[in-house]
Structure formats: C-alpha cells, structure tokens
C-alpha cells in the first residue's frame, strides 16, 4: 500500500511486486526522477474508477497516463494499461485516451448487466429548519430500517460526516427502545448477542461503543482500523442488521447490502469552504452498493434529497451526463511537472504532450465546451493552434511565478529550482510565487504561520458563524500569537495548525474536517519552504522551517520534550521532563538510569529512559580543515553515529543535512545531505567539500548536522580561524603573445619537418618554441590539455638529437597508459628517424630495462618504473648518462602518483646539480602541466628561471572550449544518473551538429546503460539513428556482428558504442576504428579509461563527477586531472574552431567545480605521509646515512618549498624559519623511528643510519615497507601455502584495489563457491579480502565480470613481485618448507591451478575430461608429466586430447617449451670440510634443446613462459636451494634467470656439529608446476681445527 498513510522506503518499494496506490501518489513518485528507479521495473498499471475524470483529481489521471504512454513510447519497453470505470456515456472516448483496441479491448456494460437489478427510490424533504429535517431524516431511516428487518435483510445508511454516523446510529437506536423493537435488530439470547457482547470489549470507539450491542454499528475512516475491520467482518456475517456509514466505505470497502440509503445529499467540502451536493460518482458508488449478487433478487436504492433537488437525481440515474476534462484548470502544475521530469523541453513538446491528454480527446469531440469556435475547429483540425495557445498560457503563468525560464524566441523551457521544490512537494504555482515573494532572511515562527496561512491551497477556507465561538476559545490555547481577528480566514488556518501540533480537541465537525485538510498540506508546505530557504542559502529559516515540518509531523513544540518523538512515552513522564526544563537535553546522555528515574520520579521508568535517550540521533563531529588557494578551504568532516540503531525506529536510513553557516548564522556558505545506512551505524564516515573563504577573513565557521526527521536532533561544530595562515597569493598566469603562428620550416632539418602532419605551430607551441629549440635551458610549461603540449616536448627531443650526439632523453609520464600512447606515437615517427632500439619503453624489470636504457636515445616509461631504476644511480652509468628529462602531466603532483614524482623530479634535480659542480655534460629538465596556479614554485623547484616558465591560463586554448554545467538535485547517485539519461541525450542533439561525441560515465554498467538509452530515445523522438547520412550501413552491422557482446552488437547498428577496460583487444580496436573513421558518432565510456583512449572529439560530456568508492562506502569525487583530461578531449585541431564540454554533476558540487576548472589548479605536496619507502631505499642506496642527510634530501622536494607558503595545509603553525626546521626535523624523527621499529634500518644514538636486511629487500624489489614489517611479522616456521597466500592478500600494495557498486555481494557469493574456505575475520568490503578472492578464483579457475577480471589481472602482476619477496624474507630466517611453500605458490600465480591440482591442466586447452581419459590411459608408461604427452604415438594423442588444429598447436608449443632441465652440482673440496667453515656448492643448470632444433632457436625467446592464463609476459626464473629436510632449515638460496646454460655457486657455513649430513638441492621453477627436482647430497664434517688455529686461519681469510 503506497497512499498518504503510508510511504514505503527505496528498499520496499525495490522488494514488492504489486503496488497498490492512489493517483496522486502515483504521480508524486512518478513525477521525481528518484522514483524512475523503480517505476521502470513496472509493466502493468490497473486505473480502478477512470470515471473520475470528471472530478477535481481527473487532470492527475490525464497526467499519469500520458506519461505511461509517452515512457512507452521513448523506451520501448511495453507498459499495460486497464481502466475500470461505472458505466458512462462517452466511454469510447476514455478507450481512445488510453489507446485501447476498440475491436478487441474495449467492453462496456450497461444498467441492463447488473447482476442484482434495483429498485430505487426518491424522497423529497421540504423541510427548512435544519433540527426538523435531522429528526424527520432519521424517522424515514427507521422506518425502512423496520421494515428491512422485518424482511430479515441488512441496510447501509450513508451519511456525510465522520460524526454523523454515530448520532444517526444512537438515534435509531433510541427510536428502537421508545417503540420497543429492539429484538427485530438483536434476537434475545441469540448467538448473534452472544457474539456482539464478546466483541464489546475490544472496541477503542466510544460511539460504537454504546450502539454495537443493540445490532448497530458505525463506520468511518476516523475510526482505527481494528474498529473498522471489526464492524467489517460482524456486517458480513450477518450480526449486524443497520451500519451508519461514510462514503469511504462505498469507495474503499467492498460490502454490499440488501438495501442502501442516502441519507442527505449535502456534503462538506473543505476544499471549497461550503456545503455541495454530493458528486454523481459518489451517488452511483453508494447506489452500487445495494444487491448482495449470490442471495438477492434486487437491491433496493433510496434517495433523501432536499425538494428542490429531486430533478436532477431522478435524471441523474437514468440518462448520464458524459465525462469531461478538467486538466485546464491545473495545466500550468502538470506542465511544471514534466518541465521538471524533463520530458518537455520546448514549447513544441509540451504542445505534443497535450495530445496525450483527455482533454484533447475531448476538445477534439466537443470543441465548443472548451471555448474553440466551430470555425476554428474546421480550419485547424488537429487543433495545434489551440494547443499551442494552451501551452504558451501555462509557460507565462509558470514563468511570471518564476518557476521555469521560457525563452520565447526559441520555445525553450528550463525549470529552475523553485520549479523543481513546486513539483516534488506538488504546490500550485501561484502559492510558490507568493512564498518567493514574501520570505524574508529572518522570519520568526509568527510570520512563518502567517505566510503559511495564505498559501493557495487555503483559498477555500472561510470562517462559518458557528466556528467563530469555537475558533476565539482556540485562539487563546495556541502558543504563537495570532495577530489577525479570529474570523480572518489567515487566522482560522493559523489557529487550526497550532491545535493540531498541540493536539487540542475539537468540537464542530467542519473544524475537524479543515483542520484534518490543513495538516494534510502542512508538512509538505512546510518542507517547501525549508528547500526554498535552503536554496536561498538562509541558515535560520532554514532550521526554522525544518523544525516546523518536523513538528508537525510529531504534533509537538520545540519547547516540549525531544522525547515525545518516540511512540512509547507516556503523558505523565513528558510533562514531568518538561517541569525540569533546567536541566539541557544535552546533558540527558550522561545521566544513568537511576538519575533519569530519579528525574522523573518514577524509578521503573529509568532504563526505558536510558534506552530512549541513547536511541535518539546523535552524531559526534570532528573536521580536519585545509586551505587550498586563499578563497577555498577544504573540509574533511568526520561524523560518528554516538546512537543505537534500530531498525524498528530509524527505518534503514537517518537522512541529516550538513550546513556550513557563517560566524553570524545568517548565510548557509555549504549545505549536502549526509545518509547515515543501518548497516554503517557503527562506522566512522567522511564527507569532505569545499567552502568558500570569505575576505576579510572571518573569525569561525560553524558546521550543523541536522536531523532531517528528527526534532532537537542537531551537531555543531565551530571551526575557528583565528590561528590560520592563509595561502601566499599565487602569480598571474603567462599573458598569451598576439604572435605570428611559426611554419613547421623553422625546425631546419627536412627530416624533422616530415615528423608534423599540420602547417603551422598553434599559439602555445610558437611562444615556447625559441626557449625550447633555440637554448637548453630548462622549462616548465603549464597550459589545459589539448593544447598540443607534447609537441613542445618534442622541440627539446629534436634540439637534443641536433646538438647531442650522446644524448639521452626520458620521459616520463604519471600514468602507464599516457606513456603507451605517447611510445607508440614516438615509436613511430622518431623510429623513422633513428636506428631501431633507440626508441624504448621500459617494462619494470631492472635487469633487461637497464640493457635497454644502454642502448636507447629516447626512454619512455612511468614514474614507477624510472624510480625503480633511477635509485641507485650512482652504480648506474646509464641512468648519469641522460641529458633531457621531461616529466608529463606534472599536475599530478597533487594525486596519488605525486609522491613518486616529487621523489624522481627531485632526484633528477640533485643529479643535475652534481652534474654540474663535476662539469660534465648537463642535464635539462622540461615540465609539462595542466594550468597550475603555483607554478613559480614548481617551476624554482625543478630549477627553472622565470624566463623558461610559460604557466597560461585553463582559459587559452588553441580551440576555445566552451563548457556547459548542469545541476541535478537528487541526492541519490542513482537517481541521479537517471535523472541525466535525456538531458545527455538533448545534450548531444544540441551541441554536436552531428559531429562525433564522447560521454564518460561513472562505471562499466552505466555505459552500457546510457549507449542503450541514447539509441531508444533516438529512435522514439527522431525515429532514426546516430549513424550519419553519407555511411555504409550494411558495412557497419558486417563489423558489429563481429563483436562479442549482444549489447554493443544492437548499439554499435545505430551509431552509438561503449568502450570498457575488459573488452576484447579486437572489439576495442574495431569500435575505436569505426569512431575515428566517423562511422560511429557517439562514444560512451567509463571514466577509469580516459587515459586509455586516445581520441578527440567535437562534444565531450561528463556524466556525472563521482563514482562509488567501495573501500570508504561512499562516493568520491573524480581527480580533477582526470576531468581536465577528459575536458581536453574536446579539441580537434584543424577541424573544429570550438569545442564543446557539458559537464553534469551534483547541486552542491556545481560552485566548486567551477572553480576548480576555470581557475588554475592549485597543487600541493603528498609526499610528507609517503616519505617512509623513499627514505628506505635511499638509506639503502647510502644517500641517507645520518638525520642531516635525512633533512637534507627533504629540502630538494617540492614540500620544502610549499610548506612556508602554505602552512595550514601541512599543519605547520608558523611560517619562521624555526618553525620549518622544527617541523621537519619531527618528520624526519618520525619517519625513520617508524622504519627502526620495523626493523627496515637501524639507528644509533648520534643519528647514523644503517639499512638492514628488511629494508633492502622492500627496496630492491620495490615492496612497501609495510608488507615487508607485515610478511615478516606473520610467518613461521610452519607456515605453508594457504598461510603465505593470506600473508600476500594482506599486503598494502592491494589496499588500493577498488571496490566498486554492489561487489561485496558478488564477492561474498564467490567466497561460498571456492574450495577452501576464507579466514573468519575476512571483511567483504576490505580490499584485502577482495585480493584473496581473486586470488582464489584465479587458481580454481573461476569465470569473473569484467570488472573483477581487470583487478584480478593487477592482483597478479602485483603477486609475482611480492613472493620473491617473502621467499627472502623466509631464507633470511632459515626457514626450508615456508621457502619451497612459497616457491609453488609463485608457481599457482603463474599457471592458475591449486598446487593439488593435475600439473597437465597448465597445459592449454586441457579441460578435466582430457585429464581423467590420461589417467585412465593404459600404455606402457603412465601419463603424469608434460613430456609424457609429447613422447606419445600421434594417433594415440589425438584420441586421448579429441582437440582442432589450431588448439593441438597450443599443446605443441607448450609443450617443446615446457622446461627441460639438466642439473649438475659439485661440492667443492668435499674432502676437506670442517664444523663451523664455509661450504661451497657449484651448480650447473642447462636446458636440453632438440637436436634439430639447434639452429633456429632464437636465444632472446627462450626462458618466455607459457601461461595462457597470467596477464603479462612472463621469463623463466628458477630458485637453488640448499637445505636439511630434517631440520627444517634453508642453508642457502640462489634465484638464477636460465637462457641456455647458467652457473651459480652457493656458499653455506658447515654445521657446528662433526659428522655425515645429507643436504638436499631443490631446483624450483617460479613458473611451471611439476617440472621442480631435487638431489641428495651427502656431506661428511670433519672436527674443526683448535681455537689459536682458527685466528690465524681467520686473519687469512680476511
């Protein structure tokens, strides 16, 4: 049940299959985009009573249905509709409104069907005094009543008041004891008595009370419903003879009777303020209520009207009037609806929309009804103009009320946002225009109710005669003035809202039934006003108007107890609470339950208190604040639930509005919602935003977290600023020179000119090109991206190919994806220049990258793997020999690559430094960055003199760029992206002129989502598709049918695609084709692959600015450099001479985004919380060797330079030099007390450091120093596969991995299905968990989603690397098993198989069949190893595997590739070792070739792994291990990389004991199962020789 009773969650609404609703709720949900959440999932929409077209609600009715048949219409997807209705005359064209087949859907039954025939009745009364009729009326009544009973059948009296039911029904009963005929309605002693006289007892309803057990009964809907399903039931069954009703029972309550009368045909009606006759509807339904169809013959009907009347019901039952629309009356609010919905969008489409309507049915049959002249109607048979007149009418109403802006040039219609409060809280227009009129800033509750009261929707209400008595006593009860006389109309509303929240008692019906109307519309006003205020940024109306909804909700005073809110309280402890107003309500929670018993003077209460008070929203607040620039300031707010969550009272979600207010708490300078979910009751959460810094500086902000539903319920927290330092001012950007574009002649060099495929340098290129080609000084140049940056970087590279014929260039870029474009862009034009191996990209393995970086001129890799190779430079010859670095995309500094960065640009630096004091060649550094306000300092710090910097502003663009923003309000992410379906439709209908569009979206899903939407809204408005005029069709559906998922193929046909990380490369490269050829002209992808694609575009609309982030439970922004990317995206130099970018994103967001993309970015240093590693590895590498060294390397950041200028930001209280120094000399304690303590490197008392073991092995294999201190703190002796595998899941590495929407559930479902059981304390929302999955599912070879199949790929490139790690960290304690236990897991990584698995599975193609029919194969020998297959018969392999050519190749090359390995070792002077002496075994490894083969092995494909099922290439890498199986111990350890043949030596102190050992030597690959060997070998340890020897012998050795 979906009514004004009851609302259902988001959840419920999600779980239920069959809604049962009225229209106005409908149109409520409907009408919100949060609702399409769900109505979209509907498929059947059943309109009971459709005749109530004719009533005041009928235009709800026209509006629900000609948004069913529009939604059809735009989404394909079929919706049924069915109307059910009293008969009508004019039902043919209700049938043609809701577009019924006449033939086949359409039925009507007339009078003539009744399954009981009636028998009416009318009777006239000319009585006038009113006391005369009431007897009169209740005279007939019972007389009928008499004679019904004595007939034995049952009556319905319909009367038209709640309170009239019982005085009717005591009337009736009192005429039975004055003519003694009581026992023709209850039988003395009949079981019937019996049973009334049980049930008394659980009657609540005085009246009912007093008349149930004389066979009489009321009913109405003011009754609880226990009461009323009781009389229900007992009616049915016969024990009650007479039931006094309201016409809610006809409407709402199916129970027929023999006989029915009306009684009085004047009803109330409070909408109008008087008396009305009753609505014909009404009449038929209470009429239809006579007839019991299984027991009746006929029904009998009786009508008691006034004389005058008689007429008009005598023809009212016989002939029929037809049913006519009333939608004009109301056309302007259900314009603003759709307006707002975002279905109408011009004048044309609200002109379009009214032919969805009734009224236009009806206009079209009936135009003289609906002032259209015959003439008129002849000349304009589709009556457009009228229409169009209708609809321009309701444009300038709602615009005169400001709801909408109409652009009558081009009949566009935009809602603003008093629009969008007017259709979520359904408020007429003219009462939103009044509101936008008279609120004012600081409103007091009086003015508040004033205004309140003349709202429209109290337009009817007048002050009768007899209230006025009534309404004076009230006025003097009411806590808030009334300034106005009683008999004001303002006056009665405003006194009736103040009874209901003090829930005073009535005595006139009329009043009850106003006041029942006022409270109805109370809340939502009331809820109106609170937006209103809000979007006005008006902080004390705002809390207000807040208070007031809530108050009204409750029925209770901000002055009464917070505990009234709770249902279970009862009157007499609330007051005593209320007597002890000296106490805070604060102060409650630290109160124990004997005091609060105490409180209240009654002790039993006082747990039930406590329970109360800890259950009633509170949050604790802490914010951690941030200058960015001198006007933002950067809030981190932490908010902790200090409250017990229950379900049963909070529902599953406590909604609170955070509310920044200035120091006087007039402005609100911030507001967002804030949802606090049952499930995070217990967790801390974050929300963080930006506010604006006002100037002059303010002394303190306040932060409130309101309760959205609860009263009193409100968090403050002050944030002072009297200790802040704000930022330095940044310097004005680089002017952009009116200069004369430079030809591409002026590089000189003809070979240099070919490289450009263009005429002439853009504006940017042409400034910058003397200080880049014509010096070699160093240069930072700042611009927004698509500005042609990398051809500037180019001039460097060209000038250093010219000049320097040692010269060597790396460049380095954040991302791996920006260095792969710009490699194979360089590849290949530099390629064609220069000898091949000269243009590299590196691969993050130091061995074979430093052999490239030997032979190269130009280097591209990421700043990871440049900071793996540049650490230990000063052994590195190659990394000195570089002369150009040119660092990419230097703004992001500020992102989570920054601290890499800042590391290596630092490093380069002090190189370049040392450089020059030896005079040796120099080295130039060039930065390229989006526009960044600060950089004077980036430029200083990376040695560039103001000369060399070019820093322009995000505003120059060789093509303008004009960018549109677009606020939605919804506060749900999902809604919300709903909400942007058709404005990024209209979107790319306006701003593309058919040109090609990007839109990136949040996630994988939404892609595919918006592509299908794109292609259903083309299809329904325009009836077309996207693909352009002039393309081949047929050629484009060759291609889709090519593509691996059905939803691309079906989107791919009509010029729309959608790019995803998990693709097929071929699918991605064959939609990328058909966008770049300009076969498709709308591209849809996720924003994790913006960096990916490397595409331009004319449009470029950003759908949305956050994405779910799993980790924190919450929804985190976009990186600004990421939207900037995707901004630049919008440039096709040559083509266009603009560029267009809509960007969408959430209210509250829209003012900073501003900022942040047309200012120039701010960055700031990261490096301070990830020192630890880099410390490490130069501790390692000897630069660090002492605290000044420490202190040193900080000074060559970029931190040292912004800490003095932006001080706050790093919580640095003063900007004196003794500030910095103390400052920094904490970090450096800090840092390397963190490292001591996990044992990375040691420390002595006058501060020298020495690395140890640990710390140089994070270092050399770039692990965290976090894994290294967690691996070695968790393994044993005894730790084996499945230990070391929950070892490596925990390691830091993947507690970035992402976890997105909804992957907790498939990830828990995973967990159930895999072998081996996960720990007990694995949380599904932790990343580490999630690696572990992953993991799993990776070595029982598990299918993922595309998703989890691209972090299943990371999590094994990040494993490899980690698990030589452990397997030192194991040797270094000596350890045997854990160390050969590690070794196969590398194995498992590797071929993704379970180390119990059949080792033929590695091979591919093989599937469990195959395995079982090998091991049932009876030959000579049986089938275990991988050479077992190839030393098979041909026919007989065939059988056994039943695999294709092509597969049977796999097997093929898997197998000859499979390692064959010879091992031979000698144990040097065997004879001659001795206890406690070193021991030396030298081990051969060479891999047997074929014979034939010998010739056409290529030496550099050997050593490559097979592995079908692991992401990247792999080499070979075999483990020696010497140990004693016995002991449990690891004497040595070699890793070895084998081409053909490699020698190692082991070295091993002998045992301390003399005597026979027997060692073993394990051979273990780190990549094949099964192919791993091990020997004995036996030693013989002879007494060592005496003690004065040994020294002796020792100074030798030495």
Known sequence: ELSGDSSLTRQQISETQMIVTTPEKWDIVTRQGEGRAYTQLVRLVIIDEIHLLHDDRGPVLESIVARVIRQVETTAEPIRL?????????????????????????FFFDHSYRPVPLQMQYIGITERNAFRRF???????YEKATMQRRNGNQMLIFVHSRAETGKTAKALRDLAMENDQLSLFVKEGGATQEILREELGSVKNADLKEVLSYGFAIHHAGMARADRELVEDLFADGHIGVLCCTATLAWGVNLPAHAVIIKGTQIYDPSKGRWAELSPLDVLQMLGRAGRPQYDTEGEGIIMTAHSELQYYLSLTNLQLPVESQMIKTLPDHLNAEIVLGTIQTVSEAVEWLSYTFLYVRMLKNPNLYGISDKAAKEDPTLKHRRMDLAHTAACMLERSHLIRYDRRSGALQSTPIGRIASQYYISHSSMAMYSRHLRPNMADIDLLRLFSMSGEFTHITVREEEKLELSKLATRVPIPVKESPNEPSAKINILLQAYISRLKLDGFALVSDMAFIQQSAARIMRALFEISLRRGWSSLSKLTLAFANMVSYRIWRSQSPLRQFKNVPEIVARKLERKSDIEWARYADLNPSDLGELVGVPKMGRTLHKLVHQFPKLELSAHIQPITRSTLRVELNLVPDFEFDINIHGYVQLFHIIVEDVNGENILHHEMFLLKNTGSEDEHTVVFTVNILDPLPPSYFIRVISDRWLHSEAVLPISFNKMILPAKFYPPTELLDLQPLPISVL??????????????????????????KTDKNCLLCAPSGSGKSACAEFAIMRMLVNDPQGKCVYIAPKEETALHTYKDWSARFGSILRSGQVVQLTGEVAPDLKLIGEAKIIVCTAKQWDVISRRWRQRRAVQAVTLFIADDLHFLGGNVGPVMEVIISRMRFISTQKQQKQESQLRMIGLSASLANAREVGEWMGVSSKGLFNFSPKVRPIPLEIYFHAFDQSNFASRLMAMGKPVYNAVMRHSDSKPSIIFVPSRRQAQLTAIDLMTYRQSIEGDTFLSKDVDADGIAKIASTLREPALQQVTTSGISFLHDGMMEDDWEAILGLYRDGAINVLVCPVDICWKVKIVSHLVVIMGTETFDGRERRYVDYPIADLLHMMGMASRQGIDSSGKCVIMCHTPKKEHLKKLLYDPLPIESHIDHYLHDHFNSEIVTKTISCMQDAVDYITWTLLYRRLSKNPNYYNLQGTSNVHLSEHISDMVETVLGDLEASKCCQLTDDGDVSPLNLGMIAAYYYVQYETIELIAASLTAKTKVRGILEILSHASEFSNLPIRQGEEKALKILARNLPQNLPESAQFQDPRTKALVLLHCHF????????????????????INLI?????????????????????LSQMVVQGLWNKDNILMQIPHFTKEIVQRCEAYEGEEPIESVFDIL????????????????KMADVAVFCNNYPNIEVAFDVQDADDITASDPVQIAVTLEREVDDDDEDEIDESEMGKVAASLFPKEKREGWWIVVGDTKTNSLLSLKRVNLLRKQKAVLEFMAPDEPG?????????????????????????????????DESSSGGESN
């Open 82 to 106: 069915v109307g059910l209705s009293a008969t009508l005359p004019n039902y043919a064209d209700v049938a043609t409104f809701l577009r019924v087949n006449p033939k086949k859907g359409m």
């Open 135 to 141: 007897q009169l009326q209740n005279e007939i009544c």
């Open 748 to 773: 000189g060099e003809s070979a240099l000119v070919k490289l450009y495929n263009f005429n002439e340098f853009n504006p940017i290129q042409t400034q910058a090109f003397h200080h880049l080609f």
């Open 1340 to 1359: 029982s070879r598990k299918a993922l989603s595309t998703d989890l199949r691209t972090d299943q790929k990371r999590v094994l490139c990040d494993s």
């Open 1364 to 1384: 030589p790690a452990i397997v030192d960290v194991i040797s270094s304690n000596g350890w045997l098993k854990p160390a050969l236990a590690a070794m196969e």
């Open 1431 to 1446: 030393t098979l018969d041909d026919d007989v392999r065939n059988d056994l595997l039943r695999l294709p050519d092509e």
């Open 1556 to 1588: 026979d050992y027997n060692l073993t030597l394990f051979c273990m690959s780190d990549s094949y199962l099964g192919c791993d060997q091990e020997y004995s070998v036996p030693i013989s340890v002879a007494v060592g020789d005496s003690d004065d």
